[in-house]
């Protein structure tokens, strides 16, 4: 793996670390009852968030493997359905954050987390996708 091809990866992951650092800061400012609330909602989220792109990625897999000829196609679908999957699930997690009524502050600090996973999430499949799209 080359220095340009690792620069991206390291930068996805900073950006799930520092992510992952204000989600955790923002929790700590919910009481016990608003955090009950919060971790009994999500759990059927992240199991199905889990299981579909676990899926995604051996769907991905497996047409690497037996269509080598379609690797590009195979690869901007996977970055469309990727991003397409993650940006619903965020969507419909900020809507139920509302529904649970979390604190504006909470609710902030969770679209920052968004906001700072998507850019690295970017930084790794703009370039490829790019790629992709010049042959």
């Known amino acids: 793996m080359t220095t340009t091809e690792l620069i991206?990866?390291?930068?996805?992951?900073?950006?799930?670390?520092?992510?992952?650092y204000v989600m955790e800061?923002?929790?700590?400012?919910?009481?016990?009852?608003?955090?009950?609330?919060l971790l009994g909602s999500f759990s059927a989220y992240r199991l199905a968030n889990t299981t579909i792109i676990f899926g995604l990625?051996?769907?991905?897999?497996f047409g690497q493997n037996y269509y080598p000829d379609l690797t590009q196609q195979f690869t901007l679908l996977f970055i469309a359905l990727f991003v397409?999957?993650?940006?619903?699930?965020s969507i419909l997690s900020?809507?139920?954050l509302q529904q649970l009524e979390m604190p504006a502050k909470y609710i902030r600090s969770f679209l920052i987390g968004l906001l700072i996973q998507f850019i690295g999430i970017g930084v790794v499949f703009l370039p490829i996708a790019l790629r992709s799209f010049n042959g």
């Open 8 to 20: 991206p990866i390291i930068i996805l992951l900073v950006s799930i670390v520092l992510s992952r």
């Open 25 to 37: 800061s923002a929790l700590k400012e919910l009481d016990n009852e608003q955090k009950g609330r």
């Open 57 to 61: 990625v051996l769907l991905f897999l």
């Open 84 to 89: 397409g999957i993650s940006a619903t699930i």
């Open 94 to 96: 900020y809507r139920k």
